[in-house]
């Protein structure tokens, strides 16, 4: 059957990626510097031995052969999938797949000396080459897809989601929260205290523990340490990682929280289509929004925070930063930052925009490379009211993305904080004691919510589809700006 020959390739191409998956994870945590040369050639090899098994010709004739088969809806959809894949990677050559591998990988091993000695001019020829093989990549896949070159690269990172439904979404961010930015920092009182210093292994120890409270399996994961958190491997052997700060906490635990959330969709993915392009996550505007929904709508709640307030004393000590009152302050501080990953729910989306409009400028010529810093803090004027200037590891240095070459990937972190604040507005409704089940620290009932609407669909729906099912609604900013109005002005 054709079918059944499709999903043996295809499942075989799974295990080759989630080796690569596990030398990634190695590569960002516990390698050896001197490894970086070998572990590059390795990963750029596995790439091009997966993209090979695609490339098979046969495999074309065989979706055409296995649409007259008698398939269940399930196998429908991972079919149309399957078929989706094979066109895209037809249009690469193994060449391509390797240099570009090899590339980011590089570049990717080379950025943390880069961004920790603030050398934007040594980091430029790279970057440029980045862009380049991306601008390559991005015309095979417009022509595949049909799409504007950037749009196709959004579309790796989120099919469906593209610039046409993005930039009215991005315009009202950009409407609506400087005066929002203003009001609140306005009506913010004082300052709060910064928190205690915590020994690394003494943050650890709380981390697990708010994991096991989420319901990690740590059967099927565990936790590292990385320059940049990040979860990653397969739902059966998840990945995570975070950074820690003695002078600090609070961004080693809320990273930590951050990437649980995408771990939990991971494991609650559906087990009978692991192997399988139906069974994986949707794309990543779907992905941030499962991280953020636990981050940022769950985990900066007063319900959470007054749960994790005696949590903390007893990790930690007694401390007056400790207090519920300090606690709540810090957690609801909003103040324009430089660095994205520490920036406070309300002005994160304006980092976003900032990116996403330059990676547009550098797709379609507007901007050159040598450009990007003065652009980068221009706009960073503009939408925050800050500018780092020559400090480049606090401005366009200082994500991993550009390096790792994953243009395109920027905007899914703010479709997902969207889609966070639809999921809870709707979740709320359904779940009358979610705010007791916070208050002890009882997760089940939020995950089973998530499981059944949300993570065991896999990727059977399409991200608007599926916002659509659970919400009645389109991606949009309205549940998100609300909840900021509510918790911080109301």
């Not at 205690?196 to 099927?220: A, H, I, T, Y």
């Not at 771990?263 to 087990?271: I, K, S, V």
């Not at 903390?312 to 660095?339: A, C, M, W």
């Not at 669909?457 to 659970?470: C, D, N, R």
Request: proline fraction near 5%; include cysteine.
């Amino acid at each position: 059957m054709s079918y059944k020959d499709l999903s043996n390739v295809f499942e075989k191409y799974n295990h080759i990626q989630h080796i690569n998956g596990v030398l990634y994870w190695d590569e960002s945590s516990m390698m050896p510097k001197g490894g970086g040369s070998i572990r590059s050639k390795a990963i750029a090899t596995l790439n091009t031995l997966g993209h090979n098994m695609l490339l098979d010709l046969t495999l074309i004739d065989k979706c055409s052969a296995a649409k007259s088969e008698s398939l269940e809806a399930w196998e429908e959809k991972n079919l149309a999938l399957m078929e989706r894949q094979l066109k895209i990677n037809q249009g690469f050559t193994p060449d391509f797949i390797e240099r570009k591998s090899l590339l980011a990988s590089k570049c990717e091993q080379l950025w943390p000396d880069f961004k920790k000695n603030n050398d934007w001019n040594g980091f430029k020829p790279y970057l440029q080459k980045l862009v380049d093989i991306s601008i390559e990549e991005s015309k095979i896949l417009s022509d595949l897809l049909e799409l504007n070159p950037y749009d196709a690269l959004l579309d790796k990172y989120e099919p469906g989601l593209l610039m046409e439904h993005i930039d009215p979404v991005f315009d009202a961010l950009k409407k609506e929260l400087p005066q929002l930015v203003q009001e609140i920092t306005k009506k913010q009182k004082s300052k709060p205290q910064p928190f205690c210093k915590v020994p690394q292994e003494k943050q650890r120890s709380l981390s697990l523990f708010l994991m096991k409270k989420l319901g990690f399996d740590f059967e099927r994961g565990r936790l590292d340490t990385s320059p940049h958190p990040f979860c990653g491997g397969d739902p059966r052997d998840v990945r995570l990682t975070t950074k820690y700060h003695e002078e600090d906490f609070s961004s080693s635990i809320m990273g930590v929280l951050h990437e649980t959330g995408h771990a939990m969709y991971e494991q609650g993915l559906p087990q009978k289509w692991l192997d399988q392009p139906v069974g994986k996550a949707i794309g990543m505007a779907a992905h941030e929004s499962q991280s953020l929904f636990i981050e940022m709508q769950i985990c900066r709640s007063e319900e959470f925070i007054q749960f994790l307030q005696p949590h903390l004393e007893e990790h930690f000590g007694k401390d007056t930063s400790l207090s519920l009152e300090n606690l709540r302050q810090n957690y609801r501080n909003v103040e324009p930052g430089f660095i994205r990953i520490d920036a406070d729910e309300v002005t994160y989306p304006l980092h976003i925009v900032l990116r996403y409009e330059l990676e547009r400028a550098l797709f379609d010529g507007s901007l050159k490379v040598d450009d990007v810093a003065e652009a980068w803090n221009s706009k960073m004027e503009t939408y925050l009211g800050i500018n780092p200037k020559d400090q480049h590891s606090k401005g366009c240095l200082q994500d991993v993305h550009w390096p790792a070459a994953l243009f395109g990937y920027f905007p899914s972190y703010t479709l997902g904080a969207l889609i966070a604040a639809q999921l809870k507005e709707t979740m709320q409704k359904a779940l009358p004691n979610m705010k007791q089940d916070l208050l002890s620290g009882d997760f089940s009932n939020i995950f089973k919510w998530l499981r059944s609407n949300f993570h065991e669909h896999g990727s059977f729906y399409t991200t608007p589809e599926l916002i659509q099912k659970i919400t009645g609604q389109s991606v949009s900013e309205k549940a998100y700006l609300d909840n900021i109005r509510i918790r911080y002005l109301g």
